[in-house]
């Protein structure tokens, strides 16, 4: 199946984690691929990776907190690989740490990775795709977005600000043939969750009590995102926007 042919799909923080398992899964299915990350370094990683397995892929060292940078980094998608037809916004960061443990320099770092990152990339994206016609943005959220969670106050705020800023742009643009929709992940085996973890008393019995918590009795993969991302990205999701999907093996319920 090669849903994405000749397509161009910009993912960011594609060095890694669900960021790798989105960038090959669209990679496999045809589409050409810039892979948009912080590290440099890991973005090429995963372009290499792509390209060495016969796929389109270029690496984009990007930090989406700068507009400077957002803005080199599209003129070059637009360069490289041609007119943007989707965008997945999921780089991120966390911070495990009580709300008045925090510090207002951690919730500045939280705010410009989580939320203003993603003001810049649709403001540089979107008016491209409504000059082309159309396009699909996912935008990756989390289930702390939904139901909260201890530890990640503004993690949360800015995770729920993705939904409330998802649905008002897919409102404003229905009209210009642009899908936004959101997509969950809950704990999922990842970098970010290692950091959270290992800086526990006891990290192993900190992630039994993350699989404990799942319903289907395991951790998310990198790879249980994708599925979901690339739906919203398809022609399949044409009348899909102003959604959101929970990709937690249960663990949110929400109608």
């Given at each position: 199946m090669n849903r994405f042919t000749d397509r161009t799909v910009v993912v960011t923080g594609g060095g890694g984690g669900i960021g790798t398992a989105v960038c090959t899964s669209f990679a496999e299915e045809g589409a050409k691929v810039a892979v948009l990350d912080r590290d440099e370094s890991a973005a090429l990683s995963t372009a290499h990776a792509i390209t060495d397995a016969g796929g389109t892929a270029?690496?984009?060292?990007?930090?989406?907190?700068?507009?400077?940078?957002?803005?080199?980094?599209?003129?070059?998608?637009?360069?490289?690989?041609?007119?943007i037809d989707a965008l997945?916004?999921?780089a991120g960061w966390d911070l495990f740490v009580p709300f008045v443990e925090t510090q207002p320099e951690d919730w500045s770092r939280l705010i410009d990775i989580n939320l203003i990152g993603a003001l810049h990339m649709h403001h540089a994206v979107i008016p491209g795709m409504i000059e082309n016609g159309g396009g699909r943005i996912v935008n990756v959220s989390s289930d702390a977005a939904r139901v909260g969670s201890s530890g990640e106050a503004v993690y949360a705020a800015c995770k729920a600000g993705m939904v409330a800023l998802s649905k008002t742009l897919a409102r404003e643009h229905s009209r210009h043939n642009i899908t936004f929709n959101v997509v969950c992940p809950g704990p999922t085996d990842t970098a970010l969750l290692a950091t959270v973890t290992d800086a526990a008393a006891n990290p192993e019995k900190l992630r039994e009590a993350f699989r404990r918590s799942i319903p289907i009795g395991r951790l998310g993969q990198a790879e249980d995102l994708a599925g979901a991302i690339l739906f919203f990205a398809s022609d399949a999701a044409s009348f899909v926007t102003g959604q959101v999907l929970s990709v937690s093996g249960g663990l949110t319920m929400a109608g």
């Open positions: 270029v690496a984009i060292g990007c930090d989406i907190t700068e507009r400077s940078s957002v803005d080199a980094g599209i003129a070059r998608v637009n360069s490289e690989l041609g007119a997945v916004n999921n």
